[in-house]
């Protein structure tokens, strides 16, 4: 399939797949001490996102790349750049409240689509890490929405 001169280049898609399996497992294997990183400069930071599944009630768990905003960690729900909204995303929709682990440990959240002007103050931040990241939202059916995780007490 030919690429127009906007469309970035992604691996297939049993491939993406793959890559997360194995850094899950590999978070899985080392109880924790491996796979999750903070964000740093020109480099986002990888955290482990716990969703309710809206229809099945059973907790879900789900790596995810994310950069802070103030006291806000802030991801994109993108589906590996594929059709579709990812599952996280529906089930963080159905129930906001929710927990991510961090390098430092867990955080309870808050989880919401950020909108307007806000939404487009984190996308350029997101396109300051990744300059292909318009490229890769055009090959997306809709808008990526960006997902802003509030902390939150009890």
Not at 3 to 19: D, E, S
Not at 76 to 93: C, I, V
Not at 116 to 144: H, K
Request: charged share 25%; net charge positive.
């Amino acid at each position: 399939m030919a690429r127009t001169k906007n469309q970035a280049r992604l691996p297939p898609r049993w491939f993406i797949r793959t890559a997360w399996t194995v850094h899950r497992a590999l978070y899985r294997w080392t109880g924790g001490r491996l796979g999750l990183r903070r964000p740093r400069p020109g480099a986002w930071g990888i955290m482990w996102l716990h969703t309710v599944g809206r229809r099945s009630g059973r907790e879900h768990s789900v790596m995810l790349g994310y950069v802070e905003d103030g006291p806000n960690l802030v991801t994109l729900a993108m589906n590996g750049w594929g059709e579709g909204e990812p599952a996280w995303w529906l089930n963080l929709q159905a129930g906001p409240k929710t927990r991510v682990d961090l390098v430092g440990g867990p955080r309870l959240v808050t989880g919401r689509a950020a909108e307007g002007d806000e939404r487009e103050r984190l996308w350029a931040r997101w396109r300051e890490i990744d300059t292909e990241l318009d490229a890769f939202a055009a090959r997306r059916p809709g808008t990526t929405a960006v997902v802003v995780l509030e902390p939150r007490t009890g």
